[in-house]
């Protein structure tokens, strides 16, 4: 299943099983890293069909983690489906969680869906990402040591058995920048990379209009937006927003609450303009 993340939880969506000839082409286009992974989990669950999993796929970009994860998931269902097998009831889980919040939140409420207190309701949790990744922002990574009260909590990071890919997909004919994106994750780039990254600069007067930007700062963001905006012809019209609080509030703290408000960024405000 696919989760979405709503206002309380993530709302599950089922994950549809693919024919079977789709299966067999994906199991044939695996390098051999990801079908040890699949025969692995396969062994592991026939050996042992009680036995609680809690493994971690960490691989650079490009390595082929989302391929990995569609072909468990069809792997998966073939397993565990039943003929009379209730729509409402899903054999596989798939869930985006990223920094530590939001990975304590899965376990609380999967506990709280399996009525058990084993870790994450006792459910078997394979978990893929990249530890060279950026962290989340406003959060800390889940494999951060845990501080103050919370280091009482059981340890769920140390629970998982850690496996890597390392053989480049996404690049594969192009092992050149493969490597070069790799040493710019560790931050170790070569001269030689430097240079090559060079060659790729532009101005941006020659980028599409339908190309996405990615900004380091707010600052070069808004000066793009407001450049971008300036060159679009034809009259500029203002559409002026104005701030209201719940009427089920107090009175008196209406007034705190819109002072708060008009001194947000634009970062907290949708991006919208606060006068």
């Not at 309380?8 to 695996?30: A, H, M, W």
């Not at 097998?85 to 899965?106: E, F, H, I």
């Not at 600052?219 to 060159?231: G, I, M, T």
């Not at 209406?254 to 991006?271: A, C, E, S």
């Amino acid at each position: 299943m696919n989760a979405s993340h709503g206002k309380g939880f993530s709302v599950f969506q089922p994950t549809n099983k693919c024919p079977d000839d789709k299966y067999r082409e994906l199991i044939q286009k695996c390098n051999l890293k990801q079908w040890d992974l699949v025969q692995h989990l396969q062994s592991c669950l026939r050996r042992e069909p009680t036995i609680r999993l809690h493994w971690m796929i960490q691989g650079a970009a490009g390595t082929g983690k989302s391929f990995l994860i569609h072909i468990i998931e069809q792997t998966l269902i073939r397993m565990f489906e039943k003929p009379d097998q209730d729509p409402s009831q899903p054999t596989v889980l798939k869930m985006a969680p990223t920094g530590t919040n939001m990975y304590k939140k899965v376990n609380s409420h999967l506990k709280q869906f399996k009525g058990s207190e084993e870790p994450f309701g006792g459910l078997r949790i394979l978990h893929f990402g990249d530890f060279n990744q950026l962290p989340t922002v406003k959060d800390a990574p889940i494999f951060k040591q845990i501080s103050g009260l919370n280091q009482l909590a059981p340890p769920m990071w140390h629970l998982t058995q850690y496996y890597e890919l390392n053989e480049i997909m996404r690049q594969k004919d192009d092992k050149t920048y493969a490597e070069l994106l790799n040493r710019l994750a560790l931050g170790e780039l070569t001269d030689k990379d430097v240079e090559l990254l060079k060659t790729k600069q532009t101005i941006l007067e020659k980028v599409p209009k339908s190309a996405t930007l990615l900004y380091h700062s707010n600052h070069d963001f808004d000066l793009a937006n407001k450049l971008r905006l300036n060159s679009i012809e034809g009259p500029l019209v203002k559409s002026q927003a104005y701030d209201s609080v719940s009427e089920t509030a107090p009175n008196s703290s209406k007034q705190k609450v819109l002072d708060k408000v008009r001194n947000f960024d634009r970062t907290k405000t949708g991006n919208l303009e606060n006068r």
